[in-house]
């Protein structure tokens, strides 16, 4: 089976560094794109970034440019999601999507979503 | 870029078809052929329903179809069940080689 499973919720305080992660399993991990998506409380989807295992291509939409860090470790089929100063704004669930093949296309398989919360 | 248009809300009683039109510009929607919509119930992840404008992935019902005109793409959802009251999002690959969302419908169905 084809799936992604992302790591549990995380609280946090304002200015720490955060990592999460988002393993996939029952694919070749090198040959898709991974992207994260952002949903915050009672808003709709974000394009953040997306990453492509094989050689680490990685492209952010302008508005997390330099706000987020998406890398990948193949050799354990996990792509990561990181901040180094973490703000109340980031407060929202955080998805891996599984994003084509050769080509950026649609997200056709999910992770189950992270929650982040941040708060002093 | 900015986030491509959609309605906030639409609505329909069952049986009935709705559209849900998505908006963008000749640099996203009207470029490409990279045009999917997710449905996503409260508390869940979203879900592919159409990929490439008009392609369900196996398993979607056919009761759904996308179709795109200009920079003007739409989900078309026929004979309207209960189960299809969701959040309803597009998404378009852009000339920055990343993607972007609309900014959800609601469906209410009646």
């Known amino acids: 089976e084809v799936q992604l499973v992302q790591s549990g919720a995380e609280v946090k305080k304002p200015g720490e560094s955060l990592k999460i992660s988002c393993k996939g399993s029952?694919?070749?991990?090198?040959?898709?794109?991974i992207g994260w998506v952002r949903q915050m409380p009672g808003k709709g989807l974000e394009w953040m970034g997306i990453?492509?295992?094989?050689?680490?291509?990685?492209r952010y939409s302008p508005s997390f440019q330099g706000q987020v860090t998406i890398s990948a470790d193949k050799s354990i089929s996990t792509a990561y999601l990181q901040w180094s100063s973490l703000k109340a704004s980031d407060t929202a669930m955080y998805y891996c999507?599984?994003?084509?093949?050769?080509?950026?296309?649609?997200?056709?398989?999910w992770g189950q979503g992270t929650m982040v919360t941040v708060s002093s | 870029q900015s986030a491509l248009t959609q309605p906030a809300s639409v609505s329909g009683s069952p049986g009935q078809s709705i559209t849900i039109s998505c908006t963008g510009t000749?640099?996203?929607?009207?470029?490409?052929?990279?045009v999917s919509w997710y449905q996503q119930h409260p508390g869940k992840a979203p879900k592919l329903m159409i990929y490439?404008?008009?392609n369900r992935p196996s398993g979607v019902s056919n009761r759904f179809s996308g179709s795109k005109s200009g920079n003007t793409a739409s989900l078309t959802i026929s004979g309207l069940q209960a189960e299809d009251e969701a959040d309803y999002y597009c998404?378009?690959?852009?000339?920055?080689?990343?993607?972007?969302f609309g900014g959800g419908t609601k469906l209410t169905v009646l």
């Open positions: 999507a599984r994003g084509g093949a050769m080509v950026i296309r649609a997200f056709d398989i």
């Open positions: 029952g694919y070749s991990f090198t040959s898709y794109w």
């Open positions: 990453i492509y295992p094989g050689d680490s291509d990685t």
């Open positions: 000749s640099s996203d929607v009207g470029g490409y052929n990279y």
């Open positions: 490439d404008v008009s």
């Open positions: 998404s378009s690959y852009t000339s920055s080689s990343v993607g972007v």
